[in-house]
């Protein structure tokens, strides 16, 4: 029987390392540890690196930068090097990062399979990117469009970090952040939807471990093309109809943000007052999930080239 491929969870018992962790026993492939008092050491990572056929990097954004100078430096010195899936926002919008975004188009997965370094999606990223990519190719959202972005996501979305701080204190019910307006999210939002204007994103955080909604408010009448409701559903539904993860479904009068926690799924809705010429578009989704360790699994499918099994 043919070897399964080996994996390194760099950052594994983080948030998004445990939930990478749990999905990959669905997968052909064998995980490969160090020493939990080692995770760390720069010593034992590079060994475990070495050895495995992908590393999925699960740090905070300067910890991956450095291990991906490790393998920089493996690679210079004639060494074998894993592929690499990075979890982190260091290289999502670098060019010779493939975007691991598998239903950006159809030539995506493709790319993902062929390339050495991928970058997983962030989660705010997955909703606003599934919702405004297609409308945008489509010619009917222009790219140049004044977009406006609102997002709720589950308090894991910030790591063990606040994680334990809402957990601990309570936490506040809802809290308002990124101000500022110079998320981190915001430059890969505006590369991978295909936007020439930076949108406005304005993210919060609830009192609940997980889910999400990122919701695009528009003025139809300002859009290309007459388009009303109906033609932007139709787009979503054909770019999405061979889609396992992403649906596109009816309208509801409220929508639960945490209606999908546990699950890889995201569903996006397009909501429309016709008389005022008004319509929400909305993505839902388990930050966890589809905004994280979901999408890092459908990933590591395609670039080790292994299915469920
Ligand atoms: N949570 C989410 O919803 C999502 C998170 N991400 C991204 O995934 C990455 C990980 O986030 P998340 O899992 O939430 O964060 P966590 O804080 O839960 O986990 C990060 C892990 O990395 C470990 N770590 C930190 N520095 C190093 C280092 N130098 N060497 C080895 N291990 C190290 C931490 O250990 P210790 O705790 O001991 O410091 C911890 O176990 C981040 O870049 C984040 O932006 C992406 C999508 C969604
Ligand atoms: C609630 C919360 O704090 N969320 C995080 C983003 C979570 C996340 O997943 O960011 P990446 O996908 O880029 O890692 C934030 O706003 O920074």
């Known amino acids: 029987m043919a070897q399964k491929p080996t994996v390194f969870i760099d950052g594994e018992a983080g948030t998004t390392g445990l939930g ?3 999905r990959l026993l669905s997968l052909p492939v064998q995980i490969h540890s160090v020493d939990p008092r080692r995770r760390k050491d720069p010593e034992a990572r590079a060994d475990a690196m070495a050895a495995c056929d992908l590393v999925v990097l699960c740090l905070p954004d300067k910890a991956s930068r450095e291990a991906v100078g490790m393998i920089d430096s493996m690679a210079a010195s004639g060494g074998r090097t894993p ?4 979890a982190s926002t260091a290289f999502r919008t ?6 691991g975004f598998p239903e950006l188009s159809s030539d995506q997965p493709e790319i993902i399979r062929q390339a050495a370094r ?3 999606p962030g989660c705010y990223p997955t909703g606003a990117i599934a919702l ?3 409308l945008i190719d489509a010619g009917v959202v222009p790219s140049d469009f004044p977009v406006a972005i609102n997002a709720v996501s589950g308090y894991t979305g910030g790591g063990r970090g606040m994680i334990e701080e809402q957990e601990r204190d309570g936490g506040p019910p809802f809290l308002l952040y990124g101000l ?3 998320h981190k999210h915001i430059p890969e939002i505006e590369r991978h939807a295909g936007l ?5 994103f304005v993210p919060s955080v609830g009192h609940f471990p997980r889910g999400m909604i ?3 408010p528009l003025h139809l009448d300002l859009l290309n093309r007459n388009a009303r409701a109906e033609d932007l559903k139709r787009i979503l539904e054909e770019y999405y109809c061979d889609s396992a993860f992403i649906s596109v479904c009816e309208a509801e009068s409220t929508l639960i943000a945490d209606a999908l926690a546990g699950s890889d799924k995201m569903e996006l809705r397009i909501h429309c007052n016709a008389q005022h010429q008004h319509i929400v578009l909305t993505a839902r989704l388990d930050n966890l999930g589809k905004g994280a360790s979901g999408a890092a699994i459908q990933n590591i499918a395609l670039m080790l080239g292994v299915s469920p099994d």
């Not at 670098?94 to 975007?99: F, V």
């Open 20 to 22: 990478i962790r749990e």
């Open 83 to 86: 592929k690499v899936l990075d």
């Open 94 to 99: 670098s060019s010779d990062w493939a975007y």
């Open 118 to 120: 991928v970058s997983n």
């Open 132 to 134: 405004l990519r297609p």
């Open 180 to 182: 500022g307006l110079a």
């Open 196 to 200: 020439t204007r930076r949108p406005l």
């Open 214 to 216: 990122v919701s695009v």
